[in-house]
Every structure is written in C-alpha cells, then in structure tokens.
C-alpha cells in the first residue's frame, strides 16, 4: 500500500481563521487533500479530517479555535468511524505539541512551514491509536510550499504569496516569532506562476506577505518590490493587488510603479496602527504621524482617487485621551474608505504584553466606539465620491441574502451590488468585469445597475 493510500476516500473539512495568508494556506491544505484523494465536505459531522487553520494575533482566535476543537467531542462517530483533527497556521507555530493541553482530541500540529508534510501526519494519526500527537513545526531549511496543489475559493482570483514572515518586531505582534524572519520567493517563480494563472483565466491576483515592501531585500540586497509590481503587470492578469503594507517601507519606487502599472488597482491597505507619535514609538512602528501623512500625500499625487484603508489599535498599554484624540484627526485628515479597528490583546511573548496599564476598559471601550463612529462617516464620505458615477465590477456571484442580485468589486476594493437583469442566469456573469452605474451609496457598499449586459469583458 503507497503511503497515503490510506486517505483515500476520506472526507475532510478545513475551518481558517485569521489573515489573507491563511486563506492561501487553507486553499494549499485543500489542495493537497484532494490530491492524496479526499473528498472536501461542508459540515464538521460529515468529516473524518478537520483541519483549523489558525490565527494568534488577537487572544480571540485562540479562543475562538479552542471552542470550535472542543465541539467536535460532541458530534456523532466520523463516517469512517474514526475523526482525526489537525490544527495548523501561526497557533500550531506558537505552541507546538503543548496545544494538546487545550484541545485534548488534537492529533495533527503543523506549523506555517509544514503544510507539505500534512499527508504524511495524518497518515500517521490514523495508523496509530487516539490519544497520539504527531507534530512538525520545523521552519529551518525549508522552501516555500506555493508548489504544492491549491483548491482556489474562486476561479477568478488567486492568492500568490511572494515573501513570508517578519524583521520588524512590532511589540505588540507575535507574526515574527511564528512565522520567522523576512525570507522572499525568487522573482522569476513569482512572475511565472501569475503568467501561469493569467493563462487559466485568473483576472485578480493578491501579491501576499507580511510586509511586502520588503520583498526581495533578502535575496538581492534591496527591495525589489516595485520592479515585480511592473513584471506582474506584464502578465496579462486584469487586476493586481498587494497586502500587508508596512508604511515604512513604501518607496517611492513603489508607489511610482503603482502609478505607471494600469493593472494595479487604486486601492491600498496601509496599516498606522495609531496617530500618536508616542504611540508609534512605543509600538516599534519605525515612522511618525507626520511620516505616514507624507506617504498618504504622495500616494493621493502619485495615484488621483486612490481608496486607502488602514489597522488601528486602541487601548495600547499607556494610550492616553491626548493620543487617541491624535488618531482621530489623523482618520479625519486621511479620509480612510475603511479600518479594521482592534481593542489591544496581550499576546504572550511580546515586548507590549509586559507594560502594565492602568486604563480602564470602559475608558478603551468608549475610545473604540468613537472611532468606529468616526470610522464609518468616513467610509460613508468616501463612497459618496461614486454617485452617480459608472464603476468596473468584477463580479464574484450572487448575493447571500438575495439571489436576485448579484455581487463583486470595484477596482477601489468596494463591494458593488446590482440586480441580475432579466433571462440572465447569475453564473454566467461570474468572473466577468461589467460596469456599473451607481445609483446609491451607502456606508459599505455601492448598489447600481448594470449598464452593458451585452458587453462581457
């Protein structure tokens, strides 16, 4: 018997939490599932395989996994009678083979750098008897796994990670500690594998990394960001996108290249964390307030009508009403479409978790809901901007709450919803880049109708 025949014919699910490189590992684990011959499912009780693909940026997601691992003791036998679970991402990293002091019934750890070794683990969970932990958190020595096989959410975009981990050791984050050092693919695996996907069809591709800014200073002694921009530009792919965006590194090369790249979209997550300058400090962020509205500016010359949407931290420890109040002019002054806004989590391990902090959390929880207010009369603002306007949707499929209208985005990231015209069937739209005039701005989405149904680009 080969060494994973074992899994054929199993049934399997994976659950992810957390960023965009977790999606992409996610669809890589499902990718080589069904290579080894799984057969994906959509409930936890129909699955013989449950792999948690993790987060441990916020104190949320370790509950959150905790939880959803604890449930599954809970359900009817597996099909095959036996149910193996898997935990893998920045959670299996941190804490290796101690996560079975929380999740009692794991069998499987793997770490970021282990996805390919996943087949193998499983192999051996089933071959032994429960109660069994088998783990491999290795990172040394080991290349990017982008090779292995990867089952994409949707046909049309694709994630292409081009650097993983971090040398910037924010002190309140632990992605350097899990996920390692700053360490980029080659340029021409990158390049290649976008002209590959543009070939098949793919019209949006996602550049991934923990600050791709850096992308290439490992191997070429500098960044070499902007020169790959221009390269992916080649390809033929419709559109192109970026993320995470360290401020501090945001050339201006980089944002020359974004300029002069037309398949680039105008939209760019550019994280500031806080709009004190004593904060940034204390955070390790490497720039001020004054440098990241530099960046903000030239990036509005640079690029006319770019959408920028940021990250914000309240409640770090020793944030005063004085520096909040900085990181809400600073909202103002930039106009962000959108944040992501956090209430500070302690994370083990990290500078920040050991600064003491007499603010109280109804004080924190008051500055949140301030900026979440001011947040959202922002995004509300900047949506106005498109009234009336006719906006490029690529269209991604038909709406959860209403068959009857179809979704997708614009090329500023914004969702766009518009009523499926009549004897048209919504499947046959997705993928497609379609116009639309919009009709009604609200504060998360544009709503309008489509205005060339004969013309699919």
């Known amino acids: 018997m080969g060494r994973w025949d074992m899994l054929v014919g199993k049934t399997y699910l994976v659950r992810t939490f957390g960023c965009q ?18 057969i994906a499912v959509e409930q936890a009780a129909e699955a013989d395989i449950v ?14 996994l905790y939880g959803e691992a604890s449930n599954l003791v809970r359900l009817p036998k597996a099909p095959s009678g036996r149910r193996v679970v898997a935990v893998g991402g920045c959670i299996a990293q941190r804490d290796g083979e101690q996560l079975s002091a929380h999740i009692p019934n794991v069998d499987v750890v793997f770490g970021t750098s282990a ?3 996943l087949p193998g683990l499983l192999c051996d969970a089933l071959s032994c008897e429960e109660g069994s932990v088998f783990v491999d958190t290795l990172e040394e020595g080991r290349d990017f796994s982008c090779e292995l096989p990867s089952r994409r959410a949707q046909s049309f975009h694709a994630w292409v990670p081009i650097m993983t981990g971090c040398n910037n050791f924010c002190t309140y984050c632990i992605v350097p500690y899990v996920r390692g050092r700053e360490k980029s693919r080659v340029f ?26 850096s992308y290439g200073r490992d191997l070429y002694g500098s960044p070499r960001f902007a020169d790959l921009l221009r ?22 090369e980089t944002i020359c290249a974004m300029a002069e790249t037309p398949n680039v979209m105008p939209h760019l997550h550019l994280a500031v964390q806080s709009g004190s300058t004593r904060v940034l400090r204390a955070m390790n962020r490497s720039y001020t307030r004054e440098e990241y509205l530099e960046v903000v500016r030239k990036l509005k010359l640079a690029v006319p009508g770019i959408a920028l949407t940021t ?33 500070y989590s302690k994370r083990p391990g990290t500078p920040a978790a050991k600064i003491d902090d007499p603010t109280s959390r109804e004080t924190i929880q008051g500055r949140f809901d301030r900026l979440a207010a001011l947040v959202e009369e922002c995004a509300f603002d900047a949506n106005q901007i498109d009234l009336g306007k006719s906006v490029e949707v690529l269209v991604e499929g038909c709406s959860k709450k209403d068959s009857s209208v179809m979704v997708g985005h614009s090329p500023k990231n914004q969702t766009v919803l518009f009523a499926l015209p009549k004897g048209v069937e919504g499947d046959s739209l997705v993928g497609e880049m379609r116009q639309v005039e919009v009709e009604e ?13 004969g013309r699919p680009r």
């Open 21 to 38: 490189m977790n999606l992409h590992d996610s669809e890589r684990v499902s990718g080589l599932l069904d290579a080894c011959g799984c």
């Open 51 to 64: 792999v948690f693909m993790t987060c441990s940026v916020r104190e949320k997601a370790d509950t959150h």
């Open 115 to 117: 996805i390919a070794s």
């Open 188 to 213: 021409d695996r990158v390049v290649e594998e976008c002209e590959r996907l543009s070939s098949e069809g793919v019209r949006e591709i996602t550049l991934l990394g923990q600050n791709v800014n």
């Open 231 to 252: 390269a992916v530009g080649q390809t033929g792919v419709d559109r192109i996108r970026f993320t995470s965006s360290n401020p501090k590194d945001l050339s201006a």
């Open 311 to 343: 990250d914000i931290i309240v409640g770090f420890p020793g944030e005063t009403e004085e520096d909040f109040e900085e990181t809400l002019s600073l909202v103002r002054e930039v106009g962000f479409s959108s944040a992501y806004t956090f209430i």
């Open 441 to 453: 701005a609200r504060t998360w989405y544009l709503r309008g109708r489509l205005v060339d149904e």
